[in-house]
């Protein structure tokens, strides 16, 4: 199997993507009224700057999700029937006139069901802060203090009815998931997903990247989409989600407005094969002692995985089957191609 992979250097309010040509995208905007951002939608609205001045949080919070507006007004344009959206996104807590919340996650729910899209159930993650004096307001007094943001949303949204399939599709059979990952996964609250600061070597970059780790674009890759699929990431960043779909076997658009970004993705492409292999191996593994713990408690899985000597729990997993990305070819211009392999054809029966 080989997969596909384009990164594109341009404003996401235009984007260089077909009409109705991806399946799948998982991205994290940049969140209004969280102060490292206001350059940005300065620099794309110019009166964003002069809300901010005059102390007018409530103009600035509506300007700045104007202009993620027209990114939505794309994501509409591009997904195809049946695809589905999964936005990351942050409230702000702010002082201006007073110390307020900013609710961003209302706000992006409102832009997509304007534009008919179904939102569906949406997961809450568990984000802690860094830092040690993280209490906001006055501490130990009462009535003053204020709960501190931990967490952030992941939104998801569906463009028209559920997505139609062949019968008997064998991408998507072999795209299942086992049925302990459906029932972690597929909770409304992740406390074992955790933010990360991107390691880049160049700190202003640091600086200008936010917290994405590898596990959320890969489990919602495998949760929303089928091997082949297109994801598409209008806020690229520093490439987590095309990260992710090349080990995921899944092809991807990334496009990103900070050119500086993309000359170090090449560093990150170079850990593809070996992540790849671990992330089979630790599912593998993980099902291994599932399948121990219910053989142990007198309830052994019922069915026998095709392509693993594993019993799995439902019918829907038998044809389960992992990939490997053997090889990374960058074509250049910001394009990939990456060759997959079966993992069985490349682990150890240790592994397996």
Not at 213 to 220: D, G, I, V
Request: net charge negative.
């Amino acid at each position: 199997m080989e997969t596909t992979h384009r990164v594109a250097v341009g404003d996401a309010r235009d984007l260089p993507v077909a009409d109705e040509s991806v399946e799948l995208v998982v991205t994290s905007p940049p969140y209004p009224m969280i102060d490292l951002w206001d350059d940005l939608f300065a620099d794309l609205d110019p009166a964003i700057a002069d809300h901010l001045a005059a102390g007018d949080g409530d103009a600035a919070f509506e300007a700045m999700h104007a202009v993620l507006d027209s990114v939505w007004d794309e994501l509409e344009r591009v997904l195809a029937p049946g695809g589905v959206a999964c936005v990351n996104v942050g409230d702000a807590t702010r002082t201006l006139e007073s110390f307020r919340v900013y609710p961003n996650h209302v706000r992006v729910t409102e832009a997509f069901t304007d534009r008919g899209f179904d939102p569906l159930p949406d997961v809450v993650w568990h984000k802690p802060a860094n830092s040690a004096a993280k209490f906001m307001g006055s501490g130990m007094l009462p009535p003053n203090a204020y709960v501190t943001l931990e967490h952030e949303h992941v939104l998801v949204f569906r463009k028209g009815g559920r997505r139609e399939f062949e019968p008997g599709a064998d991408r998507r059979y072999e795209s299942a998931f086992f049925w302990e990952e459906r029932n972690r996964w597929f909770t409304d609250v992740w406390t074992d997903v955790r933010g990360r600061f991107q390691d880049l070597a160049d700190d202003d970059l640091r600086d200008r990247s936010a917290a994405f780790p590898f596990e959320l674009p890969y489990r919602l890759l495998t949760m929303y989409s089928v091997y082949g699929d297109t994801v598409l990431d209008p806020f690229w960043g520093t490439g987590t989600t095309t990260l992710a779909a090349m080990v995921a076997g899944r092809d991807s658009v990334g496009v990103e407005l900070d050119g500086e970004f993309a000359g170090h993705f090449a560093d990150r492409v170079e850990e593809v094969p070996a992540l790849s292999r671990e992330v089979a191996r630790e599912r593998l593994a993980d099902h291994r002692a599932f399948v121990a713990e219910r053989e142990a408690a007198g309830d052994p899985p019922a069915y026998e995985a095709t392509h693993y000597d594993t019993p799995v729990v439902t019918k829907q997993e038998r044809d389960l089957r992992l990939y490997v990305a053997e090889r990374v070819e960058d074509d250049g211009d910001g394009r990939y191609r990456v060759d997959h392999v079966p993992a069985e054809s490349v682990l150890s029966m240790d592994d397996l």
